[in-house]
Every structure is written in C-alpha cells, then in structure tokens.
C-alpha cells in the first residue's frame, strides 16, 4: 500500500520560505506522477503545482515564479519550496499521486494522498 507522509509546514511572515517534504513509501517514486494541491478555509482544492519527473512540471499562475517541485528518487521524496510568501498562500498543502504518464490536474484522478500540513503566512 503506497502511503505519503508530508512534512514542513509551520507559520511565516509575507516574504518568508518553507519547504514542504512529501516522502513515499509503498511504491517507487519514479512509478508516479506527483503533485501538490492546497486547500484554503472555505474554498475548493486547488492544484498547486505537479511533476512528472523527466522534465515535464506544472504551476498554477499564482504561484510561478515563486514555487519549485522536485524530486528525490534515490529517496523517494518530492518537494515543494516556496518563496516569497504570501497571506494568500495560506492552506493545508496535500501531497498526491497517480499511476500513469500524464500530469492531471483533477484531484480525483489521483490515487493516493497524504495527510495534508498546514501552511499559514502571516501579513
């Protein structure tokens, strides 16, 4: 059973850095595609950024420029470093995969998930 455990979050201030770590476990890394979704009190999931691991990621607008994912095959994580942010980025950030060769955006076409850290930015 693959399973995903992140980590990282905590509070900043506007301006500020975090890195969120999702390690897997169950499964190859490399198996999956893998993405970031967040979710803000009172609002719908949204998508975050994704990686298919050879060259191919995706950003949502608001956060281009200022969020990287990455992987770690050797050690089965994925990342998500964010800069400069914002009171706007403030949301419990999922980790999810899927199975396959296509990035999706649609959280239900996404077969596993982690348990969601907290990220809250502060003005």
């Known amino acids: 059973q693959v399973q995903l455990v992140e980590s990282g979050g905590g509070l900043v201030q506007a301006g500020g850095s975090l890195r969120l770590s999702c390690a897997v476990s169950?499964?190859?890394?490399?198996?999956?595609?893998m993405a970031w979704f967040r979710q803000a009190p009172g609002k719908e999931r949204e998508v975050v950024s994704a990686s298919r691991g050879i060259g191919s990621t995706y950003y949502t607008d608001s956060v281009k420029g200022r969020f990287t994912i990455s992987r770690d095959n050797a050690k089965n994580t994925v990342y998500l470093q964010m800069n400069s942010l914002k009171p706007e980025d403030t949301a419990v950030y999922y980790c999810?995969?899927?199975?396959?060769?296509?990035?999706?955006?649609?959280?239900?076409?996404?077969?596993?998930w982690g348990q969601g850290t907290q990220v809250t930015v502060s003005s």
């Open positions: 169950g499964g190859s890394l490399s198996s999956y595609i």
């Open positions: 999810a995969a899927r199975r396959g060769v296509l990035i999706r955006l649609n959280g239900y076409e996404y077969d596993y």
